[in-house]
Nanobody, 123 residues
Framework: QVQLVESGGGLVQAGGSLRLSCAAS????????VAWFRQAPGKEREFVAAITGSGTNTVYADPVKGRFTISRDNAKNTVYLQMNSLKPGDTAVYSC????????????????WGQGTQVTVSS
């Protein structure tokens, strides 16, 4: 069982930065791929980025490539999402999710979810 808690959301101007954190509880955290998803009002949930348990492999959605960086500190059971050059289109609720072992981009394949944190980017 893995429990996830996100933090770090807030209101930022376009061009600004935020760092989201996803703190996990449970054993063998380094065996879990962790991903970030986001959902804007009236839109479907979309994949943002994911990182494997060891941190060796990462995947990013095209809209955030070059602006967002996912990383993890397994000693702290925490995954981070550094978001730079934010745009109003990045406004959404950001949620982290975990699954055992293999990296996937489909949210339905993730068993564990946090409650989400709001990110609002003003123009």
């Amino acid at each position: 069982q893995v429990q996830l808690v996100e933090s770090g959301g807030g209101l930022v101007q376009a061009g600004g930065s935020l760092r989201l954190s996803c703190a996990a509880s449970g054993r063998s955290f380094n065996s879990y791929t962790v991903a970030w998803f986001r959902q804007a009002p009236g839109k479907e949930r979309e994949f943002v980025a994911a990182i494997t348990g060891s941190g060796t492999n990462t995947v990013y959605a095209d809209p955030v490539k070059g602006r967002f960086t996912i990383s993890r500190d397994n000693a702290k059971n925490t995954v981070y999402l550094q978001m730079n050059s934010l745009k109003p289109g990045d406004t959404a609720v950001y949620s982290c999710a975990a699954r055992y072992l293999w990296l996937e981009v489909k949210g339905d394949l993730y068993a564990y979810w946090g409650q989400g944190t709001q990110v609002t980017v003003s123009s």
